[in-house]
């Protein structure tokens, strides 16, 4: 039962929890890096949930999704709501227009919340420099 304690992983395979892991089933191994003494658990721990907490906010697939469908419909539904002979195209291309605009602000979406991301991540990584670095270690560890 002991050994199955040791080698026990979460379903959960999210960058907080990889590490968590890796800490817990190599912590006695040699040559896995060991805490320093100027980072504490609390550290490491806040380190670990600001990252995880910055990768988290782009949303899961289903919010991605139902975003991308609110977007691409968008243009359509502001379009319906103009007489045809005020559109700028003829038929099947005024909705071709107004899908493809949807698809340029779903892009425009997903650039920003890449930026906001990497933003979150940089700010984590500043505030937490040493653990950051500890993180690294631990990641490489093979």
């Known amino acids: 039962m002991k ?8 379903v ?3 960058f907080q929890h990889t590490v968590e892991n890796k800490i817990r089933n190599h912590k006695n ?3 896995f890096p060991q805490l320093p003494a100027n980072i ?4 490491l721990a806040d380190y670990l949930f ?6 988290d906010s782009e949303g899961t697939e289903r919010s991605r999704y ?4 609110f977007l691409l419909c968008l243009p359509i539904l502001i ?5 045809d002979d005020s559109l700028p195209f003829e038929g099947i291309m005024n909705v071709l227009a107004a899908i493809g605009v949807g698809l340029i602000l779903f892009f425009l979406y997903r650039v920003i919340m890449k930026i906001v991301v990497k933003k979150k991540i940089r700010q984590a990584n500043q505030d ?5 670095n500890y993180v690294d270690h631990v990641m490489a560890f093979k």
Do not use: N, R, W
């Open 29 to 31: 191994d040699a040559g």
């Open 128 to 132: 937490y420099p040493e653990v950051k």
């Open 12 to 14: 959960l395979d999210d």
């Open 50 to 55: 600001d990252y995880q907490a910055a990768l």
């Open 66 to 69: 139902t975003i991308a469908g």
């Open 40 to 43: 504490s658990e609390d550290d």
């Open 3 to 10: 050994d199955l304690e040791e080698h026990y992983v979460t």
């Open 79 to 83: 379009m319906s709501a103009f007489p």
